[in-house]
């Protein structure tokens, strides 16, 4: 695991430092009004030009393609009809930027391709998200201009450099309204200060785990158990670490996460981290991205909602081996989880069996979460059945049957 440092896992992050110092500038010029809505617009999306060159090179036309094929969509086409064709534009390239780029024999240390995939991703987000805007009348492709302020407006939407490379996903309506704004945010250096210290933190809670992780390669039968969980804990300090340098990227530019889509806070921290419902981490776990799956797919869905969304992130993601598995695994999980506590709780009527139940199912959550996260990082089916034929599928497997048992015996709650 030394390996895993912080530019192997999060191979954008010196990108995303480099940029600090452009979103303060860029807050400072608005605040002081030297800069005009128009020269705004264009410095967002100059500043994420550039940042897209530098941080994938010659792989920027990976994402210039489908941005300015989304805004030639939205400006265009019906309103009815633009969010399907944006939604096709998008998953289409995305899926083959995924097949090619994952067909080619890459430089393992080139981490242009891996950023570049990454940076369409969050591109599919906010482009459908938009277009969805537009389908339901809370934004006009025009915004009231001519068409080239809107395809000004709507490029730097889609490619403005704090939110480039890394999310949460910033909706076009709060976009426009903090790029319109003449009022620096309130604190917004001090609460992005604060986050690169709480990112500091848990890079160091990395480093030290990581180092108990080479310490102790090698497990056998239920063993493993406690090492595939710290795997996954260092996963999970991984993505935290990500979402809380995208934040405060965004918050330094002015642009801070609305309160109900942040990807992290320390209320969400220490819900991920000892909640014993998996619902509620699923719901929790990189919240900008659930809203837009909830939105996308689950809403719209009429039949096996929860499947379609999780098969839908599994697509989205990339569709690698263990992607789906790890993916289809966790809708089943959910569901199970969504029938198991009700039956569970219902039958815990004294406060000792009350902190038996929860103390139990912490453990499996905290388990099967690890199960979940260390599928979907595997690379290679081969690895993936090893995963499968472990020790480590005893709780999974455990939950499934219960959802088995339950299946026929109540309704769904939550």
């Not at 930027?97 to 067909?103: V, Y």
């Not at 690895?383 to 499934?400: D, E, F, K, R, V």
């Amino acid at each position: 695991m030394h390996c895993a440092d912080l530019l192997v896992l999060l191979p954008a992050a010196p990108y995303r430092l480099a940029a600090f110092p452009f979103a303060a500038l860029f807050q400072h010029l608005c605040a002081s009004g030297h800069l005009s809505l128009t020269a705004r617009y264009i410095f967002l999306l100059t500043g994420g030009c550039l940042l897209a060159i530098t941080a994938m090179g010659s792989y920027t036309v990976l994402l210039l393609i489908p941005a300015a094929g989304s805004v030639l969509i939205l400006l265009s086409v019906s309103p009815a009809y633009a969010h399907i064709w944006v939604f096709a534009l998008q998953m289409s390239w995305q899926t083959l930027c995924h097949l090619c780029l994952s067909s080619l024999e890459l430089d393992p240390h080139d981490a242009r391709p891996a950023i570049a995939v990454s940076a369409i991703m969050l591109l599919t987000q906010k482009a459908t998200s938009l277009a969805l805007d537009v389908h339901e009348g809370l934004v006009s492709p025009q915004l009231g201009q001519g068409p080239l302020q809107g395809a000004l407006s709507l490029s730097s939407y889609l490619l403005f450099f704090p939110a480039l490379l890394g999310g949460p996903l910033c909706s076009f309506g709060r976009f426009r309204a903090q790029a319109e704004s003449r009022d620096a945010l309130p604190g917004a250096l001090r609460a992005a200060g604060h986050r690169c210290l709480g990112a500091m933190a848990l890079q160091w809670l990395r480093r030290g785990l990581a180092r108990g992780l080479a310490s102790r390669q090698r497990c056998a039968g239920l063993g493993c158990l406690p090492h595939l969980w710290a795997r996954a804990l260092h996963l999970r300090l991984a993505y935290y670490l990500h979402w809380v340098l995208d934040e405060a990227l965004l918050e330094a530019a002015g642009f801070g996460p609305e309160t109900e889509q942040g990807d992290l806070s320390i209320c969400d921290l220490w819900t991920l981290e000892t909640t014993h419902r998996l619902a509620v981490f699923t719901r929790t776990w990189n919240k900008s991205t659930s809203c837009w799956l909830r939105r996308l797919i689950f809403q719209r869905c009429p039949v096996q909602p929860l499947l379609a969304t999780f098969a839908f992130s599994a697509w989205w993601h990339g569709l690698r081996p263990g992607q789906i598995f790890g993916f289809l695994c966790w809708a089943v999980m959910v569901e199970a989880d969504y029938r198991i506590h009700p039956f569970l709780s219902a039958q815990a009527t004294s406060q000792g069996v009350k902190l038996l139940y929860r103390g139990t199912t912490w453990v499996f959550t905290q388990f099967i979460i690890a199960y979940i996260l260390v599928a979907v990082e595997t690379e290679s089916f081969s690895m993936l059945c090893l995963l499968w034929t472990s020790y480590s599928s005893i709780l999974p497997l455990s939950y499934g049957l219960m959802l088995l048992l339950l299946l026929a015996k109540k309704p769904k709650q939550s």
